[in-house]
Nanobody, 127 residues
């Protein structure tokens, strides 16, 4: 069973950049598809980006395409979310999540598909 810890959340001005990290422990990280989700106050948790266990496939929510990049380093058991050109509407608590996916190219995007979650990290974008 994998444990996930996010870091890197901060207060940033609109147009700036931020990199979130999620460190995994207690499991074989390279077997897991990894996702980044976010939840703003009063809103549903939404899937922002997903990367497969191998790093070969990625998915991005439409509103972050071209601005955010998900990547992973299986040697460091870490997944990253590089956030560029951030906007006030990106303000939310960001969560990383993991699900076993070894051998498949399927990209899980629903919250219910992920059994393992981190505690979240706050990102606030000021205008």
């Amino acid at each position: 069973q994998v444990q996930l810890v996010e870091s890197g959340g901060a207060l940033v001005q609109a147009g700036g950049s931020l990199r979130l990290s999620c460190a995994a422990s207690g499991g074989t990280f390279s077997l897991y598809n990894m996702g980044w989700f976010r939840q703003a106050p009063g809103k549903e948790r939404e899937c922002v980006a997903v990367i497969t266990w191998s790093g070969g496939n990625t998915y991005y929510f439409d509103s972050v395409k071209g601005r955010f990049t998900i990547s992973r380093d299986n040697g460091k058991n870490t997944v990253y979310l590089q956030m560029n050109s951030v906007k006030p509407e990106d303000t939310a608590v960001y969560y990383c999540a993991g699900a076993i996916g070894y051998g498949s190219s399927y990209l899980p995007k629903r919250r219910s598909e992920y059994p393992y979650w981190g505690q979240g990290t706050q990102v606030t974008v000021s205008s």
